[in-house]
Nanobody
Framework: KVQLVESGGGLVQAGGSLKVSCAAS????????MSWWRRAPGKEHEFISS???????VTADSLRGRFTISRDNAEDMTYLQMHNLSPEDTAEYYC???????????????????WGQGTQVTVSS
């Protein structure tokens, strides 16, 4: 059974930093594409960043420079480091997996078949 479990969300002040984590199980992690998405209240899912099994990354233009995805294939973990957070970054943050050994990673949300339950990030002004 595939499981993705996010953690590390919480309340942070504007300008602060936060690192969220995603623990994967039930997949061949080292070959899987992993990604981070977020969903703010009343909005659609927004792509943040993806990373291939060999560490090639793609990050949304609007978030590049503040958000960095990384992974640890030995621990089956994916991370999202976030800096200079603003209230506009308040959202539920989700990790997702594509287990087809894709390279590059898919760009369509519907190609990400496995999702975690999300972790809430709230940025106060």
């Amino acid at each position: 059974k595939v499981q993705l479990v996010e953690s590390g969300g919480g309340l942070v002040q504007a300008g602060g930093s936060l690192k969220v984590s995603c623990a994967a199980s039930g997949i061949a992690f080292s070959g899987a594409c992993m990604s981070w998405w977020r969903r703010a209240p009343g909005k659609e899912h927004e792509f943040i960043s993806s990373i291939t099994g060999v560490g090639e990354t793609v990050t949304a233009d609007s978030l590049r420079g503040r958000f960095t995805i990384s992974r640890d294939n030995a621990e089956d973990m994916t991370y999202l480091q976030m800096h200079n957070l603003s209230p506009e970054d308040t959202a539920e943050y989700y990790c997702a997996a594509d287990t087809r050994n894709s390279n590059p990673c898919p760009t369509n949300i519907y190609d990400w078949h496995h999702w975690g339950q999300g972790t809430q990030v709230t940025v106060s002004s």
